[in-house]
């Protein structure tokens, strides 16, 4: 489908959305969580604390069968997914199903032997959440993490990774330690405790020299006031994991004092990506990331411009559902299907010093009903074609009456959920 909207036309969508593809899937295995961030939205709940049953989420595999669209299940949501007493199970089962496995972790949990068996079990990407570059910078948003630590378990997962790649399918567990063991040298890898200060690099070289691990692996860093001086230190961290990508969100004040921390100013922006007069389209073309050009494009943006360089438009995801219109959805801990994770769980947040709640959406629970009924829904087919034209009031803009104080109805309107209010679909909030 093609989402573009030259000259702001959009083009005219069919009525009946029933059978939409799905093709990502995000699972919440549980709302546990090992630690207690600042920036956690737990902070902002009176929920218990739950794990993802079994047959619901076996249900949900089996479910996908009627889905051939369907590629990626990624676990992530709001808790540890590695506090779950079967996670590896979950890995394996959709893996086998023919499925994408992906993982987000804070990864203090990742010993050695359970990255050994995430790694057999068919995990395909993790991307671990990194808010600092040093412990005590990282320690002050998430209390009780080690980020050296962090590096060592990632790292470790690296390895099994490779070991997985270098060794014949069915190779005994001997050979598998082994292996283990010589890249570990090879790596220049100290034994445990290990501190960061204590890795040596020389021999990275034969690491850049074999394939790459099977395991992509992946920073998330939610960027601050407090901690966005240290971004350019995370190509340090990332070459010692292996990253081989770097996801920066905005973070989302779930508690009033963050709202000083926040590096977004959310004036009015064009909604159509195609230029409107009330704010014209800039088109930047490819040039040298100098002090003088930097200077002058920030100043632009500054103005809250719609910005498209090397004909990427910058500005085209306002409005724009990075959940519902590549066809996802997401499944709680306690089984529920939701449009998406933010809609997982009812919380309050603060977005131009209003104090919003927002209630949580399901569409049916996955311990009572089939995947495809729940899709089929004609009120949750209606609801993802609201999201693709996106005709909500633009509440985040406006802020001119109390329906911008929650998700119930806006002044087009329209029936719970509205979206006007959202800033995943502003580009300001990323996930995995
Ligand atoms: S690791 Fe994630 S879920 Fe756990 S406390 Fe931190 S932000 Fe919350
Ligand atoms: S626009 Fe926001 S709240 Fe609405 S479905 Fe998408 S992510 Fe969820
Ligand atoms: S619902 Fe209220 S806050 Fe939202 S756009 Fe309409 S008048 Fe403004």
């Known amino acids: 489908m093609n989402d573009e909207r030259p000259g702001g036309a959009a083009p005219p969508a069919p009525a009946d959305r029933a059978s939409d593809p799905l093709t990502k899937i995000y699972v919440e295995p549980t709302n546990r969580c090992n630690l207690s961030c600042v920036t956690c939205i737990r902070h902002s709940w009176d929920e218990s604390f739950e794990d993802l049953s ?3 989420y076996r249900n949900l595999i089996e479910g996908l069968a009627d889905f051939p669209e369907a590629e990626t299940i990624a676990f992530a949501g709001f808790g540890e997914p590695l506090l779950h007493p079967r996670f590896p199970d979950m890995i394996r089962l959709a893996h086998d199903s023919g499925l994408r496995t992906e993982m987000t972790t804070n990864a203090m949990l990742l010993t050695s032997a359970l990255a050994e068996q995430l ?12 808010d600092g570059t040093s412990d005590p910078s990282h320690g002050a948003i998430r209390p009780g993490a080690s980020l050296d630590r962090i590096v060592g378990n990632v790292r470790t997962l690296y390895l099994w990774s490779l070991v997985k790649h270098t060794t014949p399918p069915g190779a005994g567990r001997g050979v598998k330690e082994e292996t283990m063991a010589w890249l570990r040298e090879v790596a ?45 230190g995370l190509q340090e961290i990332a070459k010692k994991i292996r990253a081989s990508f770097i996801l920066v969100s905005n973070v989302l004040p779930y508690a009033p004092e963050l709202q000083d921390q926040v590096l977004y100013d959310l004036s009015p922006t064009s909604h159509e990506s195609g230029g409107d007069p009330r704010n014209p389209l800039w088109i930047l073309p490819r040039m040298d990331w ?13 103005q809250q411009a719609n910005l498209s360089y090397l004909d990427l438009n910058l500005g085209q995801r306002n409005n724009y559902c990075p959940f519902i219109r590549p066809g996802s959805l997401a499944v709680s801990c306690h089984g529920g299907v939701s ?12 977005i131009r010093d209003w104090k919003k709640t927002f209630r949580r959406c399901e569409y049916g629970n996955l311990a009572e009903h089939s995947l495809g009924s729940i899709w089929r829904q004609p009120d949750y087919a209606a609801f993802r074609q609201r999201v693709r034209t996106f005709e909500f009031s633009p509440c985040i803009d406006c802020c001119g009456c109390e329906f911008a104080e929650g998700n119930e109805t806006d002044c087009h309107g329209n029936p719970f959920p509205v979206c006007g209010h959202c800033l995943w679909a502003r580009g300001v909030l990323r996930c995995p």
Not at 122 to 127: F, I, N, P, R
Not at 198 to 216: G, Q, W
Not at 339 to 350: A, D, K
């Open 290 to 302: 100098s002090r003088e050009t930097l200077e002058a494009v920030a100043a632009v943006a500054r």
């Open 188 to 232: 220049g890898e100290p034994s445990p405790p290990i501190e960061m200060a204590d890795y040596i690099y020389p021999l990275e070289d034969v690491l850049d020299s074999m394939p790459p691990a099977p395991v992509r692996i992946g920073i998330e860093f939610v960027a601050m006031k407090s901690n966005i001086h240290e971004l350019p």
């Open 339 to 350: 449009p998406c994770p933010p809609l997982l769980h009812s919380y309050t947040c603060y």
């Open 119 to 130: 790694v057999d079990a068919g995990l395909d990407q993790v991307t671990v959440s990194i």
């Open 54 to 56: 079994w047959p619901a």
